[in-house]
């Protein structure tokens, strides 16, 4: 089993992401990697918590930059040659190459990518998982929203969002309490889940703040997402990637499969079926099409697998 198919089945399916592949075909993992952990130094982007684990057998490895991207990138040309270590990186903006000092316990180099100055990186043996998995905060932890830059159209969604947690019981939804609203950002769930300030309507604003929890909630340790994630291997075998009918490469939008879904099940808890239904109906619209679409089309399938492996918040 080769090393990439390891790390989805440890955690691309816990987070919906087993399409994380080479070649996106049914490849496997071999055991006994080591996992390396450390620091990539992307300038304006700042230094960004890194693990990598490589196989040098196959030349191929995975990287995990969880604060910065949510999904796991693809290691190439993986080339040992005395102390020194070649790899490529496979970010969605083009590749990037790296080279480094490599001990038995330590790597050191920098990283080159086209229209960024160079970057620094290191990495040492570690014995933690690639990456942690996410635990539900306590009931009684106050959930923190800030303003990113203070400004009034902030202001108005932070407003409107602790209205909203007012009015409407999400706790069971949420998985992480720490929240920034910032105008102009795409919204996201890592590091810190973050709303824009685009919402029309206090549904869209709901629903975004769900699907970005159910983010958090896919990194859990709930061992239904892997009997899930290997029945969409079986039922969804073609993807679209291009926006606006994938979600940007087939490992997104297979992850988007599950999020989605999931925001439409706690969508469905808070605001009733009809209302969530009419809401998907609007996304199919917007981005993630596909995905959309597809949840509608096989809604009675989502719900059963769901249901069966215990991954329905109540």
């Known amino acids: 089993m080769n090393l990439l198919f390891k790390i989805e089945r440890e955690i691309a399916i816990a987070a919906f992401i087993v399409m994380i592949l080479t070649s996106c ?6 055991d006994g990697n080591q996992t390396w952990k450390g620091i990539f130094d992307l300038a304006s982007r700042g230094e960004q918590q890194a693990s990598a684990q490589f196989d040098f057998d196959k030349n191929e490895g995975v990287l995990m930059l969880p604060n910065l991207i949510p999904v ?39 990283m080159d990518k086209e229209g960024m100055s160079q970057s620094s ?24 929203i800030k303003s990113k830059g203070n400004l009034a159209e902030e202001i108005a969604i932070k407003e ?37 300030t685009d919402f029309e309507t206090d549904t869209q604003l709901i629903a975004t703040f769900l699907h970005e929890q159910m983010h958090w ?14 029945a969409f291997l079986k039922k969804y075998p073609n993807l ?19 999020v989605c879904y999931l925001e439409f099940h706690t969508l469905s808890q808070v605001i009733g079926r009809d209302k969530a239904i009419e809401h998907f109906q609007f996304m199919t619209t ?29």
């Not at 590749?95 to 920098?110: D, F, H, L, Q, S």
């Open 217 to 230: 909630y896919s990194l859990t340790d709930n061992e239904g997402f892997q009997k899930v994630g290997e």
């Open 286 to 314: 917007q981005y993630y099409r596909w995905v959309y679409r597809t949840i509608l089309k096989d809604l009675d399938y989502f719900e059963s697998l769901f249901e069966q492996n215990g991954l329905h918040l109540k």
């Open 72 to 110: 796991p990138l693809n290691l190439k040309a993986v080339l040992i040659k005395g102390d020194s270590l070649f790899f490529s990186i496979g970010f969605r903006s083009g590749p990037a190459y790296c080279k480094a000092k490599m001990t038995n316990e330590r790597i050191e180099g920098v």
């Open 121 to 144: 990186f290191w990495l040492e043996v570690s014995n933690k998982r690639i990456i942690e998995t996410v635990v539900k905060p306590n009931k009684d932890e106050p959930i923190i």
């Open 25 to 30: 075909q049914g490849m496997a993992f071999q």
């Open 160 to 196: 409107r969002l602790e209205k909203l947690l007012i009015k409407y019981d999400l706790e069971p939804y949420i998985f992480t309490k720490s929240i920034n609203i910032e105008k102009g950002v795409i919204p996201h769930s890592h590091p810190v889940l973050t709303l824009s």
């Open 240 to 258: 679209p990637s291009e926006a606006p009918e994938g979600a940007g490469s087939e490992q997104s939008t297979f992850l988007h499969l599950g």
